[in-house]
């Protein structure tokens, strides 16, 4: 029996989403980023020993808005992106473009 060529991530995304580029493959990486900025921010709410009900008083929204942030269910504003790292967190937020 022949064994199968394991394929890299990348190889897997080509073959699954459509090669770098494409609207799927766009969509898919715009997700990735989102879901990586919503766990940064549960991770930092986690490490400053905050549960999502302070978190949210602190930035003055519900508990549910600070849920749906760190499931990745709703869009952020770069107001709210500084108001939960630089006054609840008491961190610099920087953004980088590539």
Do not use: H, P, W
């Amino acid at each position: 029996m022949a064994k199968k060529k394991q394929l890299t991530f990348e190889e897997l995304l080509d073959r699954e989403l459509g090669l770098e580029g494409t609207e799927n493959r766009k969509a898919f990486e715009s997700k990735t980023r989102f879901f990586e900025l919503s766990d940064l921010i549960k991770t930092a709410r986690v490490e400053a020993g905050m549960t999502q009900q302070q978190l949210a008083d602190k930035i003055g929204t519900q508990k549910s808005y600070i849920s749906k942030i760190e499931n990745g269910n709703c869009d952020l504003r770069y107001s709210t992106l500084l108001r939960i790292f630089e006054d609840a967190f008491g961190k610099t937020l920087s953004i980088i473009v590539e």
